[in-house]
């Protein structure tokens, strides 16, 4: 998905294009990011493999790469997400707390575990 051309490029998300709850997300909220000035790439790309090679995590969960250069990853991607859109903003602040965000980032895992793809390539476990 491109970038809306009114909008100030804010950076990338890297989804999970073999998982079909991940592309039918992008294609239901995608616009929601598209016009605050975020571009969707595939995890499985070339160009998302060079733009998180440094990264800490695989390309098991959901990546955001802001036009700085910070690499956000699972829950915490989704709170930096939610913190773009004024409507989702308090998720994502209250997301950011920290025994909210050890809860936020189990509860991905969970998710993203239980994904048809079956990519989980850590157990899910409670951790800050």
């Not at 994502?92 to 998710?111: E, F, K």
Request: charged share 20%.
């Amino acid at each position: 998905m491109n970038l809306d051309p009114r909008s100030t490029p804010q950076g990338w998300i890297y989804y999970d294009a073999q998982c079909r709850w991940c592309t039918r997300w992008v294609r239901r909220m995608g616009p929601v990011w598209i016009r605050r000035g975020f571009q969707f790439e595939p995890l499985q790309s070339a160009r998302a493999r060079a733009a998180l090679a440094g990264s800490a995590a695989a390309a098991d969960e959901l990546k955001v790469r802001t036009s700085d250069g910070r690499i956000y990853g699972g829950a915490d991607a989704l709170a930096h997400l939610c913190r773009a859109v004024w409507w989702l903003w308090a998720c994502g602040w209250l997301m950011s707390l920290p025994g909210i965000r050890s809860l936020a980032r189990w509860m991905y895992r969970q998710v993203a575990c239980r994904r048809p793809t079956g990519s989980c390539m850590r157990p899910p476990a409670l951790s800050g």
